[in-house]
């Protein structure tokens, strides 16, 4: 039988996948620091401070800006659960793994559910956004702004216009998005936005940021029917984060240290400054890849800055590369999911991992690999 008798002593890894992400020596020295209670009013603090620096990163002026008690995936439900009533027509935005769980949490919400599809790495022309809109006159219009399973932005402007010319709210995943690109929730007209910790910004998994706006609150606030999910429903979040501090649930504080650090990182540096940080280092791991004639996936212009899809060049293996990295640099990188398995690998420059330093690093890694594979010799 096995014991946990000894102290636990966890491996250091290069997280280049598609997340978690490495973490800032800072976050984790602030989570070290002693946890208050729930209903502290040092942790009402630190989460006031949250929402206002979550409010920048989102681009928005929405009062109503949190965090969810969960990773990405509670965002997601938690948009999900509040805004689609059972009947009510969604139309989702598909090209992508998760645009496929945003399916599927609609459908077990006992939403009517209806698909535009296209190729995985594709993204929707304003034309289309439009049309497949007007067309179907939904309820709620679903999409993905940064699809980690492709590598493809969809900024959503034109999404978002169709929508609200179609009276429908606007939910938008912006997971990957969110500390290293522009979300811009106000500019674009993205009514709910969500989002989590463990990508560009640089924490722990443990925590989704989310936000809606005035005309979503206002649809909640006039919801006749129960919010299906208890953990994630928003009235009773809000009694608890706002005047009432109700007790609904039992926060997990460190977490809240942790992001509480890392948008202090964030405000340190300025988050157009770590927009272009990241932008500068993802065109730089382009060019290195182009050098040795390793295409991307998404075409120039739609490509996320802290996700990149290359392809796997032709006679490579990805797993032998993948495990190659791994065993010799400590590197963790993805393949590629449902019909890109095999296809493109899915490396991540994001949060605290996006430097010139990584960037060298993974190429030179990458060659060698590659190299080993009888490709570049
Ligand atoms: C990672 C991710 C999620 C899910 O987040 P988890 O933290 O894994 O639950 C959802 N959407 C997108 C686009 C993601 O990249």
């Not at 490495?22 to 976050?27: A, E, G, K, Y």
């Not at 791994?326 to 993805?334: D, F, G, L, P």
Request: glycine share 10%; aromatic share 8%.
């Amino acid at each position: 039988m096995s014991t946990t008798a000894s102290a636990l002593k966890a491996p250091t890894k290069l997280l280049f996948g598609p997340g978690p992400s490495p973490v800032h020596p800072r976050v984790y020295e602030a989570m070290r620091q002693p946890i208050v209670g729930h209903l502290d009013p040092f942790f009402f603090q630190v989460n006031e401070d949250i929402r206002r620096g979550l409010k920048t990163c989102f681009g928005t002026a929405n009062e109503f800006t949190m965090v969810i008690s969960g990773t990405g995936s509670a965002g997601m439900e938690c948009a999900v659960t509040n805004f689609v009533e059972p009947g009510a027509k969604v139309a989702v935005f598909a090209n992508g793994y998760f645009s496929d769980r945003l399916t599927e949490m609609a459908r077990r919400h006992g939403g009517d559910v209806v698909r535009l599809e296209k190729p995985w790495g594709e993204t929707y022309t304003d034309a289309e956004a439009r049309e497949f809109i007007a067309s179907t006159k939904p309820a709620v219009v679903a999409f993905v702004q940064a699809e980690t399973s492709t590598g493809a932005y969809q900024p959503g402007h034109a999404i978002c216009k169709a929508a609200h010319e179609a009276g429908a709210l606007v939910i938008a995943d912006c997971v990957t998005s969110l500390g290293g690109m522009p979300v811009l929730v106000d500019e674009s007209g993205i009514d709910i936005a969500y989002s989590g910790t463990q990508k560009a910004l640089g924490c722990p998994p443990g925590l989704a940021p989310i936000t809606c706006s005035p005309r979503a609150l206002e649809w909640l606030k006039a919801r006749k029917t129960t919010t299906v999910s208890w953990y994630l429903d928003l009235k009773l979040l809000l009694d608890y984060y706002e005047s009432a501090h109700r007790y609904h649930h039992t926060a997990p504080i460190s977490m809240f240290y942790a992001l509480h650090e890392s948008l202090a990182i964030i405000t340190e540096e300025g988050l157009e400054n770590r927009w272009a940080r990241h932008k500068a280092n993802h065109e730089a791991f382009v060019a290195g890849l182009a050098e040795i004639g390793v295409g991307m996936l998404v075409a120039e212009g739609h490509r996320l800055w802290t996700l990149n899809t290359p392809f796997v060049p032709a006679g490579v293996n990805d797993m032998n590369v993948r495990k190659k990295l791994m065993a010799e640099h400590s590197i963790e990188i993805a393949g590629g999911l449902g019909p890109l398995g095999g296809k493109v690998f899915r490396i991540g420059t994001m949060g605290y991992g996006s430097s010139p330093e990584n960037v060298q690093l993974l190429l030179g890694a990458l060659k060698d690999a590659f190299q080993a594979e009888g490709y570049g010799k």
